[in-house]
């Protein structure tokens, strides 16, 4: 897991740590000290933790006047014994929404599981993003199935579409622009 980097290529058009509106602002990391664990396995230090002992992520591109985040994850999303969702959406989600972002874009290629709570945290962010939107792309079959069984599709879009971008090939723009295709094909 050590060698599983954030996606890097756009970092010429954005750094989380550079900009002011950013929860991790001023942020500074080591490319060689390995601190961060899941579990066991020490994790890349370009990950930021959020408050999870077992989930990282790390923003990639933020577009305030969009209005929209691209975040990826890494871990296991445990919402049973951590309550991840809650600190997600307190210390990241609600801070960019402050700012104006209002649709989200998750990447979880690298969620290896998902372990359910209630709803209620996804409900209030849901709900609290007025006309916006929280689209789950690239997640494993099984942590879909989890997210289906856990009744959180509700306020998650994922599957279909969602699930086979080639979004490494994208911009930013380009890959906010597919999402918001197929959330307006899906919404509408």
Not at 99 to 104: D, I, K, L, P, S
Not at 148 to 157: G, S
Request: glycine share 4%.
């Amino acid at each position: 897991m050590q060698d599983i980097e954030p996606f890097y290529r756009w970092r010429d058009l954005y750094r989380a740590e550079d900009d002011r509106l950013s929860p991790f602002y001023n942020r500074e990391y080591s490319e060689f000290e390995y601190s961060n664990r899941i579990y066991n396995y020490l994790i890349h230090p370009q990950w930021d933790e959020f408050g999870s002992p077992t989930l990282y992520i790390k923003i990639l591109y933020a577009d305030y006047r969009e209005g929209y985040a691209i975040i990826e994850l890494i871990g296991e999303w445990n919402d049973a014994i951590h309550n991840d969702v809650m600190m997600f959406k307190r210390e990241i989600a609600e801070v960019l929404m402050a700012e104006g972002v209002n649709r989200f874009i998750l990447i979880g290629e690298n969620v290896l599981n998902f372990h359910c709570s209630d709803d209620c945290y996804y409900e209030e962010w849901f709900q609290e993003l007025e006309d916006g939107w929280i689209a789950a792309i690239n997640f494993q079959q099984h942590v879909l199935d989890e997210f289906t069984q856990a009744n959180i599709d509700f306020y998650l879009v994922f599957g279909g579409e969602l699930n086979a971008l080639n979004w490494r090939k994208l911009s930013p723009q380009q890959l906010f622009n597919s999402v918001t295709q197929t959330m307006q094909k899906r919404l509408g």
